[in-house]
């Protein structure tokens, strides 16, 4: 599988690696923009990314692995990540991951994000997604899901299948 | 005086130092307010540097003083204090005996507690106290120790770095007997293959970045990161690539711990039971110094030792690997003559005897730009009273940005300022070919050279009546000698080399010769005082005060005043 970035999107990051003092600064939206287009971020992108502002692989290599955000394996097309932080874990966090994993046949006892064969889902615990007054909360790739319930869990998964 | 040597590479006068007067543990000290940082330009002076002006020593591990400050690994915290100031006045508040009073840095939300800081990257003041001998310094050590210990996986009977560790020197100087740490440690990858010369235990790594600043900031190869976070934190090539640039062994030098080890050197010694001799690397003409370690004569590395003049603290790993053909097994060890077993004096009687018998213009010498230059002097003697050719072999390589240069000769200054060689070494030998060929020249004389590579092949060294050669290793010369003279590897001798810069410097006798092999120095001056063109020698020191005296470059440098660094002479 050959690496290859869309010309329009190369020419967006072009123009925004122009708004920083040093090129160098542009490194997380490049990221960002590449993990959002190609779902992860694979060695190919960090090369890319690094010769397109002028770094070594290793600097950029360093961010990928520092923010749990980005991703160096493909995940599932429907991301759900489950709030655990305070208010979502006092509000019952932990059996809302436990419902999507059991549902989805994972392994309730393994820490990280878990991927379903079918590359359909991926299910994780994340921190703190700031709505803790509606705790518990889930988000369902860019969709906040508020109050999260078990009917809740069903409904998007039979949404992802 | 012209061409007096000079110990500095810039001889101006340096301007006036500005002071600042300082306490350290409670002894006023006057420390210069201006030091270099590691690239030579004029910073405020740190705590850390005052504290080692006043022979106090600040533990660290991330500071080095050829590297850029990092200031993270917070082992050389201290306590210090500063003036108090009148706010209204702005004049400096005094206690009741007429002192100034003090305020010792506390934790702003903790006004009882001391607040340390890095004395590595803390400017001093003028009237600042620093307490590095203090129970309150003593207790940030404790617990920076301690903390650096958590995953430490404690291997130290196994490990390389063990003897020349700062994790065990600073445990047993300021740690603590036991750890608090109860819970698992965190594992981290082991024995991780960085590069061809380079292996990587993250479990010993304390995260100093040393080499990640050596390899970006010296070498000019921003290879080494540090990937993933918190205690996971890990030492890192980027995927798929190596570290293996020239200067990946330095890594290993500056690691203060025994996460990067060498290949070449991992579980062959432990570092306790090495002999270390100050010597100078042969690998090219930059003339790199280094400290040899050798066991029951057996060399077992080489590590570059500090010159801010030659080599700061650094040399490439193509000179520090090239030790291991002093001990190699072929080495010549036996004096033959016309392919007999000989001993020394009946050669070197046979020897002067034929010299001295010998027509003028009828010896041609050919040395090498890698024998010191006392042998090159008494060879350019004997080349004087023989009215003999003389010329060394050049031997070029590729230059880099920071010490390899492109004259592979450890010498080539020594051979041309004693007058064995012109400017542009081995420009004579084609003479020296065609004179064989119609031969005028009927004795050959070959000092650590094949000859047979650069222009005069076996057919026509077979013309030559009489070939004397002095070797190391066998070779199509040494084959066909008449008289074979086994020499000495510059780790078995004393000497010295000039290098490209003329820098003259001395090296030591780290390991014994093999065999019958004696110094060439030794026996060149026992045929040189025979024939009545040198003072018998019998101390290098002597040797070398003599050719200083005799060779206008050297004009006032004597054995004596080298040190251990060499002093520069104009070239």
Not at chain 2, 189 to 210: F, N, Q, S, Y
Not at chain 2, 386 to 407: F, H, M, N, Y
Not at chain 2, 464 to 488: F, K, R
Request: aromatic share 6%.
């Amino acid at each position: 599988m050959s690496f290859s970035v869309p010309a329009k999107l190369e020419a967006q990051l072009d123009e925004l690696t122009t708004h920083y003092p040093q090129k160098r600064s542009a490194s997380l939206m490049f990221l960002h923009a590449l993990q959002e287009h190609f779902g992860y971020v694979s060695p190919e992108a960090v090369d890319w990314t690094a010769g397109k502002l002028g770094l070594q692989p290793i600097n950029v290599q360093e961010l990928v692995t520092f923010y749990p955000m980005f991703r160096q394996t493909p995940l599932g097309k429907t991301q759900v990540k489950v709030c655990r932080t305070l208010s979502c874990a006092l509000a019952g966090s932990d059996a809302l991951r436990k419902h999507f994993v059991e549902k989805l046949g994972l392994d309730a006892h393994k820490h990280g994000a878990q991927t379903t064969a079918d590359g359909k889902f991926t299910v994780e615990f994340v921190e703190c997604l700031a709505s803790c007054g509606t705790a518990p909360v889930v988000m369902v790739n860019d969709d906040l899901v508020e109050k999260c319930t078990a009917a809740d869990c069903d409904r998007i998964l039979s949404r992802g299948r | 005086m012209s061409n007096a040597p000079t110990t500095a590479p810039a001889p101006t006068a340096p301007p006036p130092v500005e002071k600042i007067r300082i306490k350290v543990d409670g002894r006023e000290i006057d420390v210069p307010k201006m030091m270099p940082d590691w690239q030579g330009k004029l910073v405020p002076t740190t705590m850390l540097q005052a504290c080692q002006i006043a022979a106090q020593e600040v533990p660290h591990y991330c500071y080095h003083p050829k590297l850029p400050i990092a200031g993270n690994c917070r082992m050389c915290l201290v306590e210090f204090g500063t003036p108090v100031m009148d706010p209204a006045t702005k004049k400096p508040v005094v206690n009741e005996d007429g002192s100034p009073k003090i305020a010792r840095s506390v934790l702003p939300y903790e006004p009882g507690t001391p607040r340390g800081a890095i004395a590595c990257a803390t400017p001093i003041s003028p009237g600042m106290e620093i307490y590095p001998s203090s129970p309150a310094t003593k207790q940030m050590r404790e617990a920076v120790l301690e903390s650096l210990l958590i995953n430490h996986p404690l291997d130290c009977p196994i490990c390389d770095q063990a003897g020349e560790c700062k994790l065990q020197e600073y445990s047993v100087q300021h740690g603590q007997a036991a750890s608090r740490f109860v819970e698992p440690k965190v594992h981290k990858p082991k024995a991780v293959d960085l590069g061809p010369r380079i292996v990587l235990d993250d479990e010993r790594c304390v995260l100093c970045t040393r080499c990640i600043r050596f390899t970006r900031d010296v070498a000019g190869d921003d290879a080494l990161g540090i990937v993933n976070r918190g205690s996971y934190n890990t030492i890192s090539a980027a995927p798929g690539k190596q570290f293996d640039n020239n200067y990946t062994l330095n890594t290993v030098d500056i690691c203060p711990v025994g996460a990067l080890t060498s290949k070449d050197f991992r579980f062959k010694m432990r570092v306790w039971f090495l002999k270390e001799t100050k010597s100078v690397c042969t690998s090219c003409s930059t003339g790199c110094n280094i400290t040899i370690g050798s066991r029951e004569n057996v060399i077992h590395r080489y590590e570059p030792r500090d010159n801010d003049a030659v080599n700061a603290s650094w040399m490439c790993d193509a000179g520090r690997l090239n030790y291991t053909w002093v001990g190699r097994a072929d080495r010549l060890q036996e004096v033959r003559v016309r392919g007999e077993r000989s001993t020394w004096p009946v050669a070197l009687a046979q020897i002067t005897e034929h010299l001295r018998q010998a027509a003028e213009g009828s010896v041609a010498i050919i040395a090498s730009a890698r024998q010191t230059t006392e042998e090159l002097y008494l060879l350019r003697r004997l080349a004087v009273r023989l009215g003999a050719i003389t010329d060394a072999v050049e031997r070029e390589g590729e230059a880099d940005r920071l010490l390899v240069s492109a004259d592979r000769n450890p010498n080539s200054q020594g051979a041309r300022l004693t007058g064995i060689a012109y400017t542009e070494i081995g420009i004579s030998i084609p003479t020296i070919a065609d004179g064989i060929r119609a031969g005028r020249i009927r004795t050959l004389v070959v000092f650590g050279e094949d000859v047979t590579k650069v222009g005069i092949d076996a057919a026509l060294l077979a013309k030559v009546e009489t070939l004397i050669v002095s070797d190391i290793l066998p070779n199509a010369t040494t084959a066909a000698a008449h008289y074979l003279l086994p020499g000495c590897a510059h780790a078995e001798k004393r000497g010295t080399f000039i290098n490209g810069k003329g820098r003259v410097q001395k090296f030591m006798k780290a390991v014994e010769p093999r065999g019958d092999a004696r110094p060439e120095w030794e026996f060149l001056a026992e045929v040189a005082k025979a024939l009545g063109t040198a003072d018998g020698f019998t101390t290098i020191e002597g040797l070398f005060n003599r050719m200083a005296s005799e060779v206008p470059a050297l004009a006032g440098v004597e054995w004596s005043k080298l040190g251990d660094t060499g002093v520069t002479v104009p070239v």
